[in-house]
Nanobody, 118 residues
Framework: QPQLVESGGGSVQAGGSLRLSCRAP???????????MGWYRQAPGKQREMVATITDSGVIEYAEFVDGRFIISRDGRKKTMYLEMNRLKAEDSGVYYCNTFSAYGNYWGQGTQVTVSS
């Protein structure tokens, strides 16, 4: 079983919404609580880029292109990180990856595809 399991991707029309989830089934709760986490995305032919990050203490950072449309959050009891994406645009299409890093290691999920049609 992988360290991180993503879900929630899919196909939507521009202006729609999706909610991505990233579970950490193998992490015990105390280890999850010290993880710095983030969502990244990669479009075909482009480099992977940061979308949003949330530290173990809850400090959040968004990429400029998010422009108030996305919300990152985490639930320690469920060992899950979320990315609520609203007002999606065609340029938001790509594979979305979750990442965690701490003294326990640096892990990536397998990615979940998001396709936004205009």
């Amino acid at each position: 079983q992988p360290q991180l399991v993503e879900s929630g991707g899919g196909s939507v029309q521009a202006g729609g919404s999706l909610r991505l989830s990233c579970r950490a089934p193998r992490m015990i709760t105390s280890v999850f609580s010290v993880q710095n986490m983030g969502w990244y995305r990669q479009a075909p032919g482009k480099q992977r880029e940061m979308v949003a990050t949330i530290t173990d203490s809850g400090v959040i950072e968004y990429a400029e292109f998010v422009d108030g449309r996305f919300i990152i959050s985490r639930d320690g009891r469920k060992k899950t990180m979320y990315l609520e994406m609203n007002r999606l645009k065609a340029e938001d299409s790509g594979v979305y990856y979750c990442n965690t890093f701490s003294a326990y290691g640096n892990y990536w999920g397998q990615g979940t595809q998001v396709t936004v049609s205009s």
